[in-house]
Structure formats: C-alpha cells, structure tokens
C-alpha cells in the first residue's frame, strides 16, 4: 500500500502547481533545487531526487526528474499494471531470472492497465 512521503508529497505539489504556471520542466528543476522544506522539528533540508540504491544515489532534480513524475500515473492515485508472460510449464522456479524467450513480451514500459 503506498504511504504518503510528507517532504516528497510536497514537492510533488509545488511541481504541479509551477507546470501549470507554463514553467519547463528545466524551470522547475532549477526552482525545486533551490526550495528548502522545514520539518515539523525545525530542520530545515533541501528537495532531492530519491535515487536508485546501488547505482544512482540521492541528488538534484533534472528536467528527466521532473518529466517522470508529471507523467507518472503514480502520483494522480492510479496503480498502473505493467504486462507479464504468461505463466509456462517451461519456467523454472529454482531459478526464475531463466525466462522462456519463445513467448514475446509487449513493451514493458506502457502500462495495460490503470486502475
């Protein structure tokens, strides 16, 4: 069940609100960057990017950054449902990363269902 991230939930909602202002999203990537958020304790952070652990860690929004989340289906209260192969007698459970290549899957990227 998603939970709502206090500081996220409030950069989410400045975005919205500078995209419907006309602002690019570089615009808004060089307005979040500069924003600061205070915590109910008096700490005071900057907006950044939540990163990927592992490979790309937390940081400054890009205009990519911004793109991904006014266009994530996510942050309007939609679940979006991403295709899958069918299950096979084929597929081996020991080891699942060894796919049946046989059975094409559509793009993976677009949702097929938004709910």
Known sequence: MPVVHPIESHAVRLIVSLYSQGKSDL??????????????????VR????????????GPFSRDNIRDIVRSPYYVGLVAHYPTRPLDMEDDPEN??????????????????LT
């Open 27 to 44: 615009d808004i990537a060089s307005d979040l960057n500069g924003y600061h958020y205070r915590l109910p304790d008096g700490l005071i």
């Open 96 to 113: 699942p990363q060894k796919r049946n290549a046989s059975v094409p899957l559509e793009n993976r990227r677009i949702p097929q269902v």
């Open 47 to 58: 907006f950044r990017t939540k990163g990927r652990p592992g490979s790309i860690p937390p």
